[in-house]
């Protein structure tokens, strides 16, 4: 039954991709009511207004805010309501308990209430989202390009001798592509028309994802630049490694509260592994692993032409360090400078 004099309540969310399952709970615990709501920007209002209906609300526990759920986040957020993301439910919960949508719906309300999700979602309403955009498609067509090359560079090979010898005589890359792509097979005859034809296609097919690709960079430098311009001004940072570290954090990085934290989301902080009287650490295998790749390739470039970063490594290496182990203290380092540049809040100027 509805208690509208309920002056704190809990809602959690078990998302799907037509519709969302959410329960109702007060700050005792005790569960109130469950309600049901269509992935919709209707469905999202609806849910809202129930949720109202029940009393103070003192945050909605969603699962799922970076996919099914992103819609009713981005609905609530903009309403003003506290969002808190919720991981998967406790396997051993759902072993001992079952499993359905109202069950996760109230374990996600639960997590709240006893501070186990304490997460912000990404708002992805700004230039953040933009660029998340932008490189998933370049990405992806970067990836297609590179098999195109590969698929072409094999049909070179077993291509009839005549047509094979004359594509070797065209020297660069660019040039023999273009070269293919202009090609007239003719009738379909014989494996020269046919050999012709599939590397014709093959040929245009990358020009088009050149051409796409080029597009997306030139899209992606002016967003990354306009959104953190001293970050790329910092040696070995270009475009996609800030663009990847901006994708992390979202819209609003001040929701990473410490050099720590961003760490540990990029996997780059090392994991407690003691146990009696043994004291020691593992490496991190969590985290983002597209950060984590971004990190070390910052890495590797500053460990060729930058003098501070050359230094340091004599230092570690007088030290008994070994490559590995100086990169993953390299990489340490560097998320405290991303997290100077992107996640500390700029101080106004003062005035005289």
Not at 25 to 30: E, L, T, V
Not at 94 to 100: F, L, W
Not at 171 to 190: D, E, F, N, Q, V
């Amino acid at each position: 039954m509805t208690n509208t004099n309920i002056s704190g309540v809990i809602i959690g969310v078990d998302t799907h991709k037509s519709i969302h399952v959410a329960v109702a709970i007060d700050n005792n615990g005790s569960r109130l009511t469950a309600f049901s709501a269509p992935a919709t920007t209707k469905g999202y209002k609806t849910l809202e207004d129930w949720a109202c209906a029940l009393g103070t609300i003192t945050a909605f526990g969603i699962e799922g805010t970076g996919s099914y759920g992103a819609g009713l986040s981005r609905h609530l957020l903009a309403q003003g309501h506290k969002v808190i993301e919720v991981t998967r439910p406790n396997r051993q919960l759902r072993y001992q308990h079952g499993k359905s949508d109202s069950l996760d719906a109230e374990g996600a309300a639960r997590s709240v209430l006893g501070g186990q999700a304490i997460a912000q979602p990404k708002t992805q309403t700004g230039s953040v989202e933009m660029i998340r955009h932008l490189k998933i498609a370049r990405d992806t067509a970067v990836k297609c390009r590179s098999q195109a090359m590969v698929t072409l560079k094999t049909l070179i090979i077993n291509a009839p001798a005549a047509l094979r010898d004359t594509l070797d005589q065209i020297s660069g890359k660019i040039a023999l592509i273009r070269y293919i792509a202009a090609l007239r097979p003719g009738a379909m005859t014989s494996t020269i028309a046919s050999a012709k034809t599939a590397l014709r296609a093959l040929a245009q097919r990358w020009l088009a994802l050149h051409e796409e690709i080029q597009s997306h960079d030139k899209a992606l430098e002016q967003l990354v630049a306009a959104r953190a311009p001293t970050l790329l001004a910092s040696h070995g940072i270009a475009t996609m490694t800030a663009a990847e570290m901006l994708i992390l954090l979202g819209d609003d990085p001040t929701r990473i509260r410490s050099e720590a934290a961003l760490a540990k989301l990029c996997g780059v902080c090392p994991i407690p592994a003691s146990s009696g009287k043994t004291n020691r650490f593992r490496l991190n295998r969590g985290g983002n692993r597209q950060a984590n790749a971004a990190l070390y390739r910052v890495a590797i470039v500053r460990m060729r032409n930058h003098p501070p970063t050359l230094a340091y490594v004599s230092k570690r290496k007088m030290e008994g360090k070994s490559n590995r182990e100086i990169i993953r203290c390299l990489k340490r380092y560097i998320v405290r400078e991303i997290f100077t540049h992107l996640c500390r809040p700029k101080a106004p100027p003062t005035s005289a």
